[in-house]
Structure formats: structure tokens, C-alpha cells
């Protein structure tokens, strides 16, 4: 039942058109959460904590403490794939977000250490971590690693 209850939050998290509708996901889908961690299914909680992230993108802090743990969620319940995308969307909101950019390099390289063999992960990674050289006007650094990341 808390699984059919995830992919009905997705659906809606798709369909969504506001901060209200957000709002309202996000409550949600904390129920959802808190059954899934008392049956112990560690790849519907990490499926829980990547559309929080989502939700509240907006909000750095919050969305990186969800993505965070769904990245440790996943690794636990050995989905390597919902992982790396928690990875990735780390590194986004790194770029976005409030942190300096030498802070969020750094992020960026230990997640792509972290994630050095799954491909589509480091290139992502790469990705955001050129635009956070450029930010800091190293521009050929920036060319070098987007260029890397093709």
C-alpha cells in the first residue's frame, strides 16, 4: 500500500502547478515516509526522499537534507541508480544554492569520487562543477571539465 502511495506522490508531484500544490505534497508525503521507515523499505523511503528533495529545491537546506539521506537511503537498499541521481541533484543545488563556489567544487569532486563508476553520475557531476569554476572566473578549468564531461 505505502509503495502505490509513492507513485501516486510522483504523479502528483508531476501534475503539480504551484507553491500550494507543493505544500500540499510535501505533507503528504511525510505519512508515506514514516510508514515505509516503520516497514523498513529502505527504496521507497530513498523514492520518498528524492521527490522531497524535488519539492523543496527551493530551499536549500531542506532539499539537501533529503537528497542527502536519499543518497544513503538508496545506497542502503543497494539501488545504485536512485543514488547517483541523488547525487546529481545534489550537485545541482550546489550550483544554485547558497553555498560559495569553492565550497560547492568541493562537493561536487567527493560525490564524483563517490560515484567514479557510474558514468552518467560523474558526468553530471563534472557538469556542475564546471559552472562552479566559471562562477570563480576560471573559465578555461570550466571548458576543460565540461569538455571532460561529454
Do not use: K
Not at 510522483?10 to 504551484?18: C, K
Not at 537528497?67 to 545541482?92: H, I, K, N, Y
Amino acid at each position: 500500500m505505502a509503495r502505490a502511495r509513492v507513485v501516486t506522490l510522483r504523479v502528483a508531484m508531476v501534475r503539480s502547478t504551484g507553491e500550494a500544490d507543493l505544500a500540499s505534497l510535501s505533507a503528504a508525503a511525510g505519512p508515506v515516509l514514516d510508514e515505509l521507515e516503520a516497514l523498513g523499505d529502505d527504496e521507497g523511503q530513498a523514492a520518498v526522499l528524492l521527490h522531497l528533495g524535488h519539492i523543496h529545491q527551493d530551499h536549500y537546506e531542506q532539499s539537501a537534507g533529503y537528497l542527502e539521506r536519499a543518497l544513503v537511503t538508496a545506497e542502503r537498499a543497494g539501488d545504485r541508480r536512485r543514488a547517483a541521481w541523488a547525487a546529481g541533484f545534489l550537485g545541482s543545488i550546489t550550483v544554485f544554492g547558497p553555498v560559495p563556489a569553492a565550497e560547492g567544487i568541493e562537493r561536487c569532486r567527493v560525490l564524483r569520487r563517490r560515484f567514479a563508476d557510474h558514468p552518467g553520475a560523474s558526468a553530471v557531476l563534472l557538469r556542475h562543477e564546471a559552472v562552479l569554476h566559471a562562477m570563480q572566473g576560471r573559465i578555461d578549468e570550466a571548458r576543460a571539465l565540461q569538455a571532460e564531461a561529454v
